[in-house]
């Protein structure tokens, strides 16, 4: 036939054309990413069983090594989550557990340690450096949706990616490692190669035993700062307040070096370890379920010793409490009225002076010895820190509205030394690390209080607000399913509100604070006058 | 060998010398037109012999039955019985409707032939030749045709005996000693009307539900897209044929996967457009839309593509929101058999080889066929190492081996019976909704279909299925592909009544039907099997009034099981005809899309880039919730005014505006957190992650009011020379009640051109190149912000694109075949028809095609 020279002529052009042509890479794909994957190990108790099934799972929290959460750190969200079910770790243990008919809960109740491993991974992690936490949550109530359930319970298997998992088991601060995605460059950021990154072999340990309960607490009373010098003036107290608010333009009344008087100065909260007695018995039932009663205690290391080296905190210098509870203030997200979303970017936070006792003189000198407290009392000073870009190498600024107290002290007598303890507690570079004058920045803030095993509670929550798909109805919560009781307690928060002098502050805010402090709703509301008022 | 000097002739001369195509291969219907219309004119004048050779020219160009007629006719009237029945001979042939009378007309011819010789033979004792004609209903066939003529000689296959024939004498009385003069005279033939009615006419079914009617009867702006313009544009890929249509949306999101729409609102999974193949719905109801590597059909099966724009429930129920795209296939028993392959880069590949032919009464068309779309760009190299993909060819976009029988009967005189299906292999690439982007789909799927077609009754039914499995096509290690399997079924029987009466000066046509259809999809995104029954009757009369007015008033009730309510869809339009060939049309109509199962039953626990947390994407759980109500129709009002002209033999020309009012579109809900006390908090033990939210699909709160229109012109300025460019505006408003706080809509282009050139030659050397151009867009979309973990909705603006595309082919010889060149992107402006989709850019495929 004479078309048959044409054919393969064509199809070997074709061909050819084919062979020439290689698929190339669509950059619209998913980014270059890491991996980070390897095996838990867990030593702790059986888990217990329910409805069939093992209740809890193991959760693996990534954090950013230079933002990790109290006590080393600022952050209150993991940027990774990574469960492994509790039937996949135990899945080997199958004979040993018991599963009621009923699907009601049984739990172990013979003592035995048991030992089982699983893998986990941790998907697209962008570059950087960190560390992963976490624990079996063997009361099976953790959700990372909700500030109530975020936090591990006491008894829950803690542990981490540990380079001293031994020593920590043994009751020893952990020291996590720190896990590397991708290589630094010279801004400090760091860069994933083309192909992604995959870690595998990490090892994480889950072993030791959380000892304390969930650091539930509520607002009891507020003293307000005396603004004068007068000393007839006393601090207003309240009691039991639902929000407490303050200037943005608050002039303390004393520096820390007039010992007598700083304490009337300084706002006020104290705290107290457990709800009102009109919620505890809403908070004891369902859905919260918070493992409270009318005489529960804070827990947490008073002793002032430091328990293992490279643990550090920026307030054993000052002789007050060390590894006490921390207290941190950090500002919310004016978009959620629910109060219930932090600011992400800047973060502004604060961090609070923690007492005891109403009194900072009966502090000094004394070895705390116990380990329980019946209250706590967060002290704060008009200061906040603000931190751009919490999970990079962005700045980090410090401001305060006036250096000068009422009575002429400074309020801070060592600035350098301050950066410095800011950018430790931050892991930032010193030299990046600033302080200015300026007002503090209006809007709401939670209140956090978090104890050296990184357990948190945060004011607000959940238990103070309605939730998402919830409608409020009087004191309750309704959805066309379920219904459940406020806890007004819980929805306590600080403000920042306007400021006696709105110009001043205006006036006050220079181009490092702009650019650290102020996100682009207050930038929005600076340059319309509002900010301030 | 001819010089030509251009100086001399005049370069349109030449150039029309140059085009004229020479040979059959040329889908020519405009230049075959003119030659029909001019050939008429001559035969009404008397010239018959030059009219008959522009009609013999006209067929040459391009085949249609009634110019054979038309042929045999002005034989007759010219007194040549014998080449009137011979070309009689060849319409009847064709199986037409009028067969019979045709028969009975040579009959009568043969018959008064025979007399007339039997008078001359008398006189010179000449043998009579046998009488010629078949007994009453049996078939003609070429060896009968041979047979039954004694000495009869066609060298050149023409049906045209090749020996010398004497002139026939005016008088039409046989001269002494002619023989063969087969003359009678033109007063004692039997008279019959010319034949002009859609020869060489676009005729179109879609606009709707009776006969086939010319465009400038169409109740809805329509447009075709001729087998001309699939030929000369090389395209293989079915929805890129469509791009040159004025107000239709073309969206390539990869190399196997467009996404259509018409006037607007354009998609991921876009799901407002029915496209259907000869009336048969191929819109896939679980994602909504169509995925064409499920077709078992391909360009080379395509006889035609019918664009309707605008509302279509009114005719075709559910789903015809935006408007109608009817692929019209070649019939069985038509066509050439033919062998197509191609292959371009990375693999890329097309085949297609198709029978078609009678076996008596039986008509068939036959095809199998094979295409590789190489991937536009891979979007996980096979070098990385922290992703993960479900296919196992990351430079594949789809993939699919297709093969498809239809088949034709006809019982008695009226009726028609047809069956046929197909079945297809394919392996695709699509992009989901939302933060979920490219999934992958492997299948098989295919129809059986069966009707029966009478004057006044019609029934329809077909079985579509398809059974597969389909997942994200690549993830990071460590998150979910969420793959899984997945089956559907349709099942659909429709009956329809068709009548035309007269009252007073009104001529109408009044057409009725009825429809069930039973959709059925089993897919772990919808918990498992959904099943619905829909039902729909329609009606619609056309008046037309002394062929100047034409009043068409439609309706259809169709019941959606889902919103558990009725739906009604009128439609009314009036069309005037200042002149024979112009009309101007005003309408009204309003149409609806039913959820798809995957809106109405969704039910799929969505990772979140947290991790281990996911949102219960289940659009009956947020009705639980009293987040949103029970899903409801999405509805479109149209009022449309358009103005058709085809007078000139030259040009076309057709604008229309319009004003479409849209509510109740369905997209995803934003995210909603569940609280504390809700059930569905906790641990996941399946998906074994933590529930933290609900999304779903709901109806948006504002409504869009779209401005618009579309003008297009084309043009034959000489024969081989086609030029066309269309503009379409489309500008949307939003209309927000309060407390609404829907984002603005921007990611229809306001503007769009395309323009083309489509040539024919003589040597044989055709092609096309064709110029669209699109402004840019806003698109508003859900995404990842993996930095933060969450998601978020961003505004992503698209650049302004054009695209060019150019096809260039060589017929060699009927015997050799012809080899082609098609470039996809010659300009190779790299971009991306939607922000989230494949980079397109410059594509070389080669082909050789050979009629058989």
């Known amino acids: 036939m004479r078309s048959l020279p044409l054919f393969p002529l064509v199809i070997a052009a074709a061909g050819a054309l084919g062979a020439s042509c290689t698929t190339p890479p669509d950059d619209a794909a998913n980014p270059p990413a890491g991996v980070i994957s390897g095996t838990l190990s867990y030593v702790g108790p059986k888990p217990c069983t329910q409805d069939g099934h093992v209740v809890g799972a193991a959760d693996l929290l990534l954090f950013d090594a230079r933002n990790p959460p109290p006590p080393d750190g600022l952050s209150t969200r993991s940027v990774r989550i990574a469960a492994v079910p509790g039937s996949v770790l135990f899945a080997d243990l199958g004979p040993s557990l018991t599963y009621n008919a009923d699907g009601s809960r049984w739990c172990p109740s013979d003592g035995a340690t048991v030992v089982a491993s699983a893998p986990f991974t941790f998907a697209a992690v962008g570059g950087g450096r960190y560390q992963v936490r976490g624990y079996y949550d063997l009361v099976g109530d953790f959700n990372p949706a909700f500030k109530i359930a975020i936090s591990p319970a006491k008894g829950s298997i803690t542990g981490g990616a540990l380079l001293n998992a031994a020593a920590a088991a043994n009751g020893e601060a952990p020291v996590f490692a720190e896990i590397t995605i991708g290589s630094v460059q010279p801004d400090g950021s760091y860069a994933v190669p083309e192909t992604g990154v995959h870690l595998t072999n990490v090892s994480v340990t889950f072993g030791k035993p959380t000892p304390f309960e969930r650091p539930y607490y509520h607002v009891k009373s507020v003293n307000y700062p005396v603004l004068t010098t007068d000393s007839a003036e006393q601090p207003r107290v309240v009691e039991a307040p639902p929000l407490v608010e303050v200037a943005a333009d608050w002039h303390i009344a004393y520096g820390p070096s007039e010992i007598a008087s700083i304490s009337n100065a300084l706002l006020a909260l104290e705290l107290a370890p457990t709800m009102p007695t009109s919620e505890l018995s809403l908070a004891q039932g369902k859905p919260y379920n918070f493992r409270v009663a009318s005489d529960s205690m804070f827990d947490a290391y008073w002793d002032g010793a430091a328990r293992v080296p490279g643990t550090k905190s920026a307030l054993v210098a000052d002789g007050l409490a060390a590894y006490g509870p921390s207290i941190v203030v950090s500002k919310l997200d004016a978009a959620d009225p629910r109060h219930l979303t932090g600011q992400a970017n800047p973060r502004v936070v604060s961090s609070a002076i923690v007492a005891k006792q109403a009194s900072l003189i009966s502090l000094l000198g004394a070895a705390q010895g116990s380990e329980k407290a019946a209250s706590l009392v967060a002290l704060l000073r008009p200061t906040l820190i603000c931190i751009t870009d919490p999970n990079a190498n962005g700045p980090a600024h410090i401001i305060t509205p006036f250096k000068r107290s009422v009575s002429d002290q400074p309020v801070v007598a060592d600035e350098a030394g301050l950066t410095a303890d800011v950018a430790a507690l931050l892991h930032r570079d010193p030299a990046k690390t600033t302080f200015s004058e300026s007002c503090l920045i209006p809007g709401d803030y939670a209140m956090n209080v978090v104890y050296p095993t990184s357990q948190a509670w945060t004011l607000p929550n959940e238990g103070g607000t309605c939730v998402g798909t919830e409608s409020a109805a009087g004191s309750s919560c309704v959805t066309s399913q379920s219904s459940r009781n406020l806890l007004p307690s819980q929805g306590f928060f600080l403000r920042v509100g306007k400021a006696a002098n709105p110009k001043a502050c205006r006036d006050k805010v220079d181009a490092v604070t702009k650019a650290s402090c102020l996100s682009p709703a207050d930038l929005a509301k600076l340059e319309a006058g509002t900010l301030f008022e | ?852």
């Open chain 2, 1 to 852: 060998m001819h010089r030509y000097k251009l100086g001399h002739w005049g370069s349109s001369c030449a150039l029309a010398l140059i085009l004229a195509s020479g040979n059959a291969f040329a889908d020519a219907r405009t230049d075959a037109r003119r030659s029909f219309r001019h050939g008429m004119d001559l035969v009404a004048e008397g010239k018959y012999d030059t009219g008959v050779a522009e009609l013999k020219k006209a067929y040459e160009m391009l085949p249609h039955i009634n110019v054979l007629f038309n042929i045999a006719r002005a034989y007759t009237e010219m007194g040549d019985v014998e080449n009137a029945l011979v070309y009689y001979e060849r319409y009847a042939l064709e199986n037409p409707p009028d067969r019979e009378d045709v028969l009975a007309t040579m009959r009568q011819l043969q018959g008064r032939m025979d007399r007339q010789k039997a008078t001359v033979a008398e006189a010179q004792k000449v043998a009579l030749p046998k009488v010629y004609g078949p007994t009453p209903g049996s078939a003609i066939t070429p060896g009968e045709l041979a047979g039954e003529r004694p000495g009869f000689r066609d060298e050149d296959g023409d049906g045209v005996d090749d020996r010398e024939q004497p002139k026939p004498p005016k008088s039409g009385i046989a001269t002494p000693g002619s023989s063969t003069a087969a003359v009678v005279s033109p007063s004692a033939v039997p008279k019959t009307s010319a034949r002009t009615e859609g020869v060489y006419e676009e005729a179109v079914v879609t606009a709707s539900r009776g006969a086939a009617q010319s465009p400038l009867d169409a109740a809805n702006s329509i447009a075709v897209i001729t087998g001309q313009d699939i030929h000369l544009s090389g395209i293989t890929k079915i929805p890129e044929l469509l791009r040159r249509v004025a107000g239709v949306d073309i969206m390539q999101v990869s190399a196997s996967q467009n996404e259509i729409s018409m006037r607007g609102f354009n998609q991921r999974l876009s799901n407002k457009v029915l496209v259907l193949v000869d009336g048969r719905s191929v819109f896939v109801d679980f994602f909504g839309g169509v995925l064409w590597e499920l077709l078992s059909i391909d360009v080379d099966q395509v006889d035609r593509i019918e664009i309707v724009r605008g509302p279509g429930s009114a005719l075709y129920g559910a789903d015809a929101f935006a408007g109608v795209v009817n692929i019209i296939t070649k019939a069985p028993g038509t066509g050439e058999d033919k062998l197509r392959v191609g292959g371009g880069p990375a693999g890329s590949s097309y085949g297609s080889f198709r029978v078609a032919g009678r076996d008596e009464d039986l008509a068939y068309r036959a095809s199998v066929g094979y295409t590789r779309n190489a991937a536009w760009g891979r979007t996980s190299p096979a070098n990385r190492v922290d992703t993960v993909t479900l296919n196992r060819d990351p430079d594949l976009a789809g993939e699919n081996k297709r093969f498809d029988l239809r088949l034709t009967h006809p019982i008695g005189r009226d009726y028609v019976v047809g069956i046929g299906g197909g079945v297809v292999d394919a392996f695709s690439d699509f992009y989901a909704v939302g933060a979920l982007k490219e999934y992958q789909l492997d299948a098989k799927a295919g129809d059986i279909t069966a009707y029966l077609q009478g004057r006044h009754f019609s029934y329809r039914a077909f079985y579509n299925f398809i059974r597969g499995r389909y997942g994200q096509a690549q993830n990071y290690v460590g998150n979910s592909l969420d793959a899984t399997s997945f089956t559907a079924n349709v099942v659909d029987n429709e009956l329809a009544y068709t009548q035309n009466f007269t009252t007073g000066s009104f001529r109408h046509a009044v057409n009725l039907g009825a429809n069930y259809r039973l959709r059925n999809a089993a897919t772990a995104y919808t918990g498992g099997d959904r099943t619905e029954h829909h039902m729909g009757v329609f009606a619609q009369e056309s008046a037309t009034y002394k062929k100047w007015l034409n009043l068409v008033a439609s309706a259809r009730a169709d019941y959606v099981p889902y919103t558990q309510k009725v739906e009604l869809s009128p439609r009314l339009s009036a069309l005037v005809h200042p002149t024979e060939r112009s009309t101007v049309r005003a309408g009204f109509s309003t149409a609806f899309r039913k959820p798809t199962f995957l809106e109405g039953y969704v039910d799929l626990g969505v990772q979140a880039p947290l991790g281990s947390v996911q949102t219960n994407t289940a659009s009956m759980a947020l009705v639980d919730e009293g987040v949103t109500k029970r899903l409801n129709v999405e509805k479109i009002l149209t009022a449309e005014v358009g103005y058709t002209n085809q007078e000139s033999d030259i040009f076309d020309v057709e604008a229309s505006v319009y004003f479409n009012r849209i509510t109740d579109l369905i997209q995803l809900a934003p995210l909603s957190l569940l609280g504390p006390a809700d059930s569905r908090v906790g641990f996941d033990q399946v998906t074994g992650r933590y529930v933290v939210g609900l999304s779903g699909f709901v109806n948006q709160c504002a409504a869009f009011n779209v401005v618009g229109g579309e003008l297009g012109l084309r043009t034959y300025p000489v024969p081989g020379l086609d030029v066309f460019a269309n503009y379409a505006y489309n500008h949307v408003a939003i209309d927000r009640p309060e407390g609404c706080e829907q984002p603005a809509d921007s990611r229809t282009s306001a503007h769009k051109v395309n323009a083309g050139v489509q040539w024919r030659t003589k040597p044989g050397i055709d092609g096309e190149v064709t110029f669209h151009w699109v402004s840019d867009q806003v698109w508003s979309e859900r995404d990842v912000d993996q930095k933060q973990a969450t998601l978020v909705f961003k505004e992503l603006p698209l650049g302004a694109y054009k695209l060019v595309n150019a096809r260039i082919g060589w017929k060699i010889h009927p015997e050799v075949g012809e080899i082609s060149a098609t470039v996809f992107n010659a300009l190779d402006d790299a971009h991306r028809e939607h922000p989230f989709t494949n980079q397109l850019r410059r594509r070389v495929t080669l082909f050789y095609t050979r009629d058989l």
